[in-house]
Nanobody, 118 residues
């Protein structure tokens, strides 16, 4: 069974840090690019970052320089290290991957809530 399980969310003060984890199972993790996507209260989905199978990374302008995505293929886990957090980073954070064989598909985790507040 293909599964993504996020963890590491919580309440943090502005300027603080958190590390999110996404544990993957049921598929060959190492061959897929992985993404983090967030949804702030009352807003739509916002792509945050992704990492290719080879380790290449991309970031939304809103988090560039503050967030770092990484992966550990031995542990089938992707991480999102978040620092200098702002109240506008408050959201449910989801990890996600997609493929196109035998047809297009996307898999999402259940999400983990990050609240940035004093």
């Amino acid at each position: 069974q293909v599964q993504l399980v996020e963890s590491g969310g919580g309440l943090v003060q502005p300027g603080g840090s958190l590390r999110l984890s996404c544990a993957a199972s049921g598929f060959t993790f190492s061959i897929y690019a992985m993404s983090w996507v967030r949804q702030a209260p009352g807003k739509g989905l916002e792509w945050v970052s992704d990492i290719t199978s080879g380790g290449g990374t991309n970031y939304a302008d809103s988090v560039k320089g503050r967030f770092t995505i990484s992966r550990d293929n031995a542990k089938n886990t992707v991480y999102l290290q978040m620092s200098s957090l702002k109240p506008e980073d408050t959201a449910v954070y989801y990890c996600n991957f997609k493929g196109d064989y035998p047809k297009y598909f996307e898999v999402w985790g259940q999400g983990t809530l990050v609240t940035v507040s004093s």
